[in-house]
C-alpha cells in the first residue's frame, strides 16, 4: 500500500514538473516574441525616418532649382 501511495506522489511530482517546464517555454516564447515586434517597430520607424529625410533632401532640391530657374 505505500508503494502504491508513493509511485503516485512521484508521477504527480513529474507532471507538475512537466507542466512547469511547459509554461516556462510558453512564457520564453512570449517575451522572444513581443522583443521581436518591438525591434521590427523601430527598424521601420528608422527606415521611414531616412525616407523622410531623403525625400526631404529632393524636395528642397527642387525647390531650390526651381527659385533658381524663376529668377
Known amino acids: 500500500m505505500k508503494k502504491r501511495i508513493k509511485e503516485e506522489v512521484g508521477s504527480i511530482t513529474l507532471f507538475v514538473l512537466i507542466s512547469f517546464i511547459f ?3 510558453v ?3 512570449i517575451y522572444l516574441n513581443i522583443n521581436n515586434k518591438k525591434i521590427s517597430q ?3 520607424i528608422k ?3 531616412k525616407n523622410y529625410e531623403s525625400t526631404n533632401e ?3 532640391e527642387k525647390y531650390e532649382k526651381i527659385v533658381e530657374n524663376q529668377t
Request: hydrophobic residues 55%.
Open 23 to 25: 509554461f516556462l517555454i
Open 27 to 29: 512564457c520564453i516564447f
Open 42 to 44: 523601430t527598424e521601420e
Open 47 to 49: 527606415q521611414i525616418e
Open 58 to 60: 529632393v524636395l528642397e
